[in-house]
């Protein structure tokens, strides 16, 4: 049966290579951004690429009204909701004290809020149908806060906490929606070519950098298997771990100049006066901007921490072959 898919945040970045990867499927496609030439961009790639059929609705997800009403006519139209994916995100760099009370606002109405908004509409439908997958967009920043961009990482870890509590209560229901959320490492995507900043040099993802086709394997796979949680890449492992077992040692690694400030800023000096951002309105209106941004020389295609995860048994059964060989060969020995 032909599934129906919903994805925010589907005219660049993350979202635009989710939708491609779904495409392939020969799937039907429902994409929502701000964004018109993305959109209309994005509509032609997976229509390329596949899809049965492809519907774009231009919103913002901070109008809750709006995403429940394209919720609620892709429904009517197709006959039910079986995945929807949040991605949709903004995000201010600057330090703390430089952030207005309206930015903050706004990444939050985006990120978080504009998550909730998805999620109830999804659920609006998957409910009563008793099934459906949900995957959320999230960061080893849910995790991690780091320097210069606190509005979006407080967003992050919302999404996480929301998410924690959705999921006890969907299991104390007996509900079969699942519930997902994908952990991502630095991605190149457009938003370092968009986001607000008031630092000297342009934004970037702090290296190493993947390409948004390597998180979009770990969405459909998260969706179709209904994992609880996917962290891609060894970094988001990695920052993981080391917030559990020294937090500490973090918060002066990423007071260091070099580590987390310079890490996120290429050596190009910018104009400030003339640099355009999307956290108010969309830059993709008029242009089409794609998955990737403009890292590619420096970001990698694949992953083997993710790797690992999708094959879990194999990765265990050779772990388990090579312990008992080990002690086979010792024992001999002996």
Same mark, same amino acid.
């Given at each position: 049966m032909t599934q129906n898919i919903v994805i925010t945040g589907a005219s660049a970045g993350v979202g635009r290579a989710v939708a491609v990867a779904y495409a392939r499927r020969g *799937?039907? *496609? $429902?994409? !929502? /951004?701000? #964004?018109?030439? #993305?959109?209309? #961009? $994005? @509509? !032609?790639?997976?229509?390329?690429? #596949? $899809? /049965?059929? *492809?519907?774009?609705?231009? !919103?913002? *997800? @901070?109008?809750a009204e709006a995403v429940r009403s394209a919720a609620d006519d892709i429904a009517a139209t197709w006959g039910g909701l079986d995945v929807w994916v949040n991605d949709a995100m903004t995000s201010v760099f600057a330090p703390t004290w430089e952030i207005s009370p309206a930015e903050f606002r706004r990444v939050t109405e985006v990120n978080y809020l504009g998550t909730v908004h998805g999620t109830l509409a999804a659920l609006h439908h998957m409910r009563p149908a008793g099934h459906g997958a949900i995957v959320q967009i999230g960061s080893a920043l849910a995790y991690r806060g780091i320097p210069l961009q606190s509005a979006y990482c407080a967003s992050k870890h919302a999404i996480q906490g929301f998410n924690d509590s959705l999921r006890a209560e969907l299991l104390h229901d007996g509900n079969r929606v699942k519930l997902s959320m994908v952990q991502l490492p630095a991605v190149n995507t457009p938003q370092f070519s968009w986001v607000r900043t008031r630092l000297p040099h342009h934004p970037q993802p702090v290296p190493p950098i993947y390409q948004p086709e390597v998180v979009a394997r770990a969405v459909l796979w998260a969706a179709d298997k209904g994992k609880r949680e996917i962290n891609v890449g060894g970094p988001t492992l990695k920052t993981r771990l080391g917030n559990i077992v020294a937090p500490a040692f973090l918060d002066r690694l990423l007071a260091n100049d070099k580590r987390g400030f310079q890490g996120q800023q290429t050596p190009e000096r910018i104009n400030l006066a003339d640099w355009q951002d999307n956290v108010d309105k969309p830059l993709d209106d008029n242009r089409d901007y794609g998955a990737h941004g403009i890292f590619d020389d420096q970001s990698r295609t694949s992953s083997f921490a993710l790797w690992a995860t999708m094959h879990k048994p194999l990765v265990t059964g050779l772990l388990s072959a090579t312990v008992g060989l080990a002690a086979a060969t010792a024992l001999r020995r002996r």
């Open positions: *799937v039907r *496609v $429902a994409l !929502l /951004a701000r #964004g018109r030439a #993305g959109l209309e #961009g $994005a @509509s !032609l790639e997976a229509r390329a690429a #596949g $899809a /049965a059929d *492809v519907r774009t609705y231009q !919103l913002d *997800v @901070s109008d």
